[in-house]
């Protein structure tokens, strides 16, 4: 299974971007996803994950109300729509998939509960 993630982009704070993450070689209705970001010299951070047992999705605090998590499995595809965009949401954005057993809440913002990484996108807000 891959993943690809793409758009990523500059904005300016308050504004929006929606990224998507596509699936290949695998059923990805079956997946509990994730997105995390990463910000230069921080650790990689959880923002979102869905678990696919239960349909739940649990947010980052601070992106409640912003950030909105969905999928289209027709697609294979996972989106991220992101709005009032912050500075402090500038990071490297990545989707995550964890294909094993039922996942724990605790685990589900774990990163290193995942097992299939996309690539990375890069947002840019600017203040």
């Known amino acids: 299974v891959q993943l690809q993630a793409s758009g990523g982009g500059l904005v300016q704070a308050g504004g929006s971007l929606r990224l998507s993450c596509a699936a290949s070689g695998g059923t990805f209705s079956s997946f509990d996803m994730g997105w995390f970001r990463q910000a230069p010299g921080n650790e990689r951070e959880f923002v979102v994950g869905f678990r696919r047992s239960d349909s739940r999705t649990y947010y980052l605090e601070s992106v409640k109300g912003r950030f909105t998590i969905s999928r289209d499995n027709a697609k294979n595809t996972v989106y991220l729509q992101m709005n009032s965009l912050k500075p402090e949401d500038t990071a490297v954005y990545y989707c995550?998939?964890?294909?094993?057993?039922?996942?724990?809440?605790?685990?589900?913002?774990?990163?290193?509960?995942?097992?299939?990484w996309g690539q990375g996108t890069l947002v840019t807000v600017s203040s």
């Open positions: 995550a998939a964890h294909t094993g057993g039922r996942i724990i809440t605790s685990s589900l913002r774990n990163p290193s509960a995942y097992n299939i």
